[in-house]
């Protein structure tokens, strides 16, 4: 009897401790899916355990090279159940172009409840540079040659292209992509009142990334900072979309709620399964 009392008691201890912890869900990067995201998700549940964790099944793989608003209503779908479900909101963990598709769902989810927006190694600022990924997709191409492609209509058909942000062609930039100077309200838009208060509903965000990156270019990127016309690193602080605050970065700075951890030595395809990374830059951020 004495053993089925405690059996009962440690079921009851842990299904409280299941209930303490929110959702998580996690939206993976270019050319990869939830099975690289798998060291993730199990120093999630070993941490806390009992959480419901979703790394998110679509656009895996080459089918990442889809255009990010597409991305994004596939995405949103998968989402959209799990926050619905989820009473005390869910936490939101964003890998590499990731990030970009999770500021694309919160703007098309003005009333979604993600309590963290965690961003982990994400092109933020947008990508200037010759990476392997730049490599796989246009071999011969020099990086300051890649607009050519890029800021056409085709081009904006392929994901890299939609944060392709080539501070030499900054007119072109503003004029042909079709994502990012809209997330980052660096272009006017009907909606841009309605995004920033959609980021603005987030407990708290949370960037990660660091020097040691090699595949975001500048690494600054995933801190909204990005080179100027002469390739010298413009910080946060001193961007437009900070100072003017476009899209909601320095009201939630100034609110307490932007968070930022810098690594230097983590390689980009490292960032998920780095236990020091994840126990000091995310789980303190997902209760
Ligand atoms: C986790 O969440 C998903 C989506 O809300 C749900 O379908 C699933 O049943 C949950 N799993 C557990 C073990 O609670
Ligand atoms: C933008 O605004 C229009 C009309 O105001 C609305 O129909 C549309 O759904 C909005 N789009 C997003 C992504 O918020
Ligand atoms: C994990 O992160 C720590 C802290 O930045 C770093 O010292 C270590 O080299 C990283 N390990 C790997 C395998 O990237
Ligand atoms: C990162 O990758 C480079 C090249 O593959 C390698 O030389 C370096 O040791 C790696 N660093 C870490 C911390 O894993």
């Not at 998700?41 to 889809?66: A, C, M, R, W």
Request: include cysteine.
């Amino acid at each position: 009897a004495m053993r089925s009392v405690l059996a009962a008691l440690a079921l009851v201890w842990a299904a409280r401790l299941a209930a303490g912890y929110k959702p998580v869900i996690v939206v993976h990067g270019l050319f990869d899916g939830p099975k690289q995201l798998h060291a993730l998700q199990e120093f999630i549940t070993k941490s806390h355990p009992g959480t419901n964790v979703s790394v998110i099944d679509v656009y895996d793989d080459l089918f990442s090279l889809e255009p990010l608003w597409k991305q994004v209503e596939g995405f949103k779908n998968a989402i959209y159940p799990i926050m619905q479900s989820a009473s005390e909101g869910v936490h939101l963990i964003c890998y590499s172009q990731g990030g970009l598709v999770c500021r694309g769902i919160l703007a098309s989810l003005p009333e979604h409840n993600v309590h963290s927006l965690i961003m982990l190694s994400c092109p933020l600022a947008g990508q200037y540079g010759d990476t392997d990924y730049l490599k796989f997709f246009f071999p011969h191409l020099l990086k300051s040659k890649v607009y050519h492609m890029c800021y056409t209509r085709w081009g904006q058909r392929v994901s890299l292209c939609n944060y392709w942000n080539d501070p030499h062609q900054r007119e072109k930039y503003l004029a042909s992509s079709i994502f990012l100077p809209f997330l980052n309200g660096e272009r006017g838009h009907p909606n841009i009142t309605t995004w920033r208060e959609s980021l603005l509903r987030v407990n708290k965000l949370v960037l990660i990334g660091g020097p040691g990156d090699g595949v975001i270019t500048p690494w600054q990127s995933s801190f909204y900072g990005f080179y100027d016309k002469n390739e010298r690193i413009v910080r946060m602080k001193d961007q437009d979309w900070y100072v003017k605050d476009t899209f909601g970065l320095k009201t939630l700075d100034l609110r307490g709620d932007l968070k930022q951890h810098v690594y230097p030595g983590v390689n980009h395809t490292k960032w998920h399964s780095n236990y020091t990374v994840y126990t000091e830059a995310m789980e303190p951020w997902l209760t």
